[in-house]
Each structure stands twice: as structure tokens, then as C-alpha cells.
Antibody, heavy 122, light 106 residues
Framework: QVQLVESGGGLVKPGGSLRLSCAAS????????MSWIRQAPGKGLEWVSY????????YYADSVKGRFTISRDNAKNSLYLQMNSLRAEDTAVYYC???????????????WGQGTLVTVSS | SYVLTQPPSVSVAPGQTARITCGGN??????VHWYQQKPGQAPVLVVYDDSDRPSGIPERFSGSNSGNTATLTISRVEAGDEADYYCQVWDSSSNVFGTGTKVTVL
């Protein structure tokens, strides 16, 4: 069965850095687009970034562009999110999710991990 | 940027029908997907491509999409359906989520 397990969250000071990981299993990781989505406490879902199956196409939300870097290692079935220059407003649960093509040729998220909490506070 | 608007809350009695709307400019031209999120849990896909259900999702969950409004319908509502629901579309190279609707089962 498809499993996505995030790790790497924790408490970090403003301006600090953190690297999140997502370990995938139960499917051919290299065949799928992957995404990071976050949810601030008591708030809705916010898409953060996605990366194509080969890693050749990457997009970011404007709120994280220039500070966050998404990457993947298909040999290790792993997805990463390097987060630099962290701000209080980056505090959230970060989910990794698997993308699947919809009927329009775009993507939705068919499996999600349980999330990892990132807290940015002094 | 593309905006998806959902009512903050919907209340429904057990056994009745809940309808959750998702408004967006010409959303009928896009594929709409719906996620259910229970407290403390990750979101779960309940409807994709406007009206298709993933395996394991009850037939009570259905969707439609036309014009400027997409709708998730939950028939014969059960206590276990109490959750937050989010619609989602793809726009400008990003996944766009709706504002979310809290469904309360009375």
C-alpha cells in the first residue's frame, strides 16, 4: 500500500533552516509528481511546491519562492524540502503528497503523509 | 491568482444530505477535486475529476461541476462524516485549494 512518511520537523528560530524529508513506499516513486502542502494551526491548506517525476520541472508558491528548495532522490524513494530564512508565518504542519494526473492533464493529490510540524519561534 | 470560495460551515442532521459549494470563475472548465480532513489527521481524497470516487470512498459522496460552482454532496450523512472539506483545482502551475468548509453533524 502507498505510504508517505514525513520527518525533519521541529522548533527553529526565525532566520534559521530546516530540511524536511518524505520517505515513499508501496509505489514506483520515480513515476510520480510529488508535492509539499502546509497547514498553519487552525488554518486551511496551502500548496507550497511541486516537483515532476524526473525532477526537471519545479514550481513554488510565491510565499516561499527564493527561500525553499524542493528536491527528490528517486534511487532512495525520497522527497525533500530545504527551508531557509524561516519566518514565524512558516509555522505549520507540512505534508508531502503524491500527484496524479486528472482528466484535464493536470494534477491532484491522491495520497498524503501524516505530516510533520514546523514551528518557527524565538 | 485563482480564488476558490467555500462556505465556512454547513450543518446537517444524520441521514440528511449535505451540500458543500466551491465557487470560482468559470470553474466548470476545470477539473475539481475534494478532500476530507478529520481533526488531527491528514487530508483524504474523496472525489476527483468533478465526480469520480477513489476506491474505498462510499457512494454517498458525489460531486458535480458547472458554470461558476462545483458541489460536493454527501447523502445519508453519518456522524463519521463530520470533518473539514476542501475543494482543489489546478491553475497557473499550482494546486489551488478552497477556503474549506466545516461540516457539523447535528
Amino acid at each position: 500500500q502507498v505510504q508517505l512518511v514525513e520527518s525533519g520537523g521541529g522548533l527553529v528560530k526565525p532566520g534559521g533552516s530546516l530540511r524536511l524529508s518524505c520517505a515513499a513506499s508501496g509505489f514506483t516513486f520515480s513515476d510520480y509528481y510529488m508535492s509539499w502542502i502546509r497547514q498553519a494551526p487552525g488554518k486551511g491548506l496551502e500548496w507550497v511546491s511541486y516537483i515532476s517525476s524526473s525532477g526537471s520541472t519545479i514550481y513554488y508558491a510565491d510565499s516561499v519562492k527564493g527561500r525553499f528548495t524542493i528536491s527528490r532522490d528517486n534511487a532512495k524513494n525520497s522527497l525533500y524540502l530545504q527551508m531557509n530564512s524561516l519566518r514565524a508565518e512558516d509555522t505549520a504542519v507540512y505534508y508531502c503528497a503524491r500527484g496524479r494526473r486528472d482528466s484535464s492533464g493536470y494534477y491532484f493529490l491522491d495520497y498524503w503523509g501524516q505530516g510533520t510540524l514546523v514551528t518557527v519561534s524565538s | 491568482s485563482y480564488v476558490l470560495t467555500q462556505p465556512p460551515s454547513v450543518s446537517v442532521a444524520p441521514g440528511q444530505t449535505a451540500r458543500i459549494t466551491c465557487g470560482g470563475n468559470n470553474i466548470g472548465s476545470k477539473s475539481v477535486h475534494w478532500y476530507q480532513q478529520k481533526p488531527g489527521q491528514a487530508p483524504v481524497l474523496v472525489v476527483y475529476d468533478d465526480s469520480d470516487r477513489p476506491s474505498g470512498i462510499p457512494e454517498r459522496f458525489s460531486g458535480s461541476n458547472s458554470g461558476n460552482t462545483a458541489t460536493l454532496t454527501i447523502s445519508r450523512v453519518e456522524a463519521g462524516d463530520e470533518a473539514d472539506y476542501y475543494c482543489q483545482v489546478w491553475d497557473s502551475s499550482s494546486n489551488v485549494f478552497g477556503t474549506g468548509t466545516k461540516v457539523t453533524v447535528l
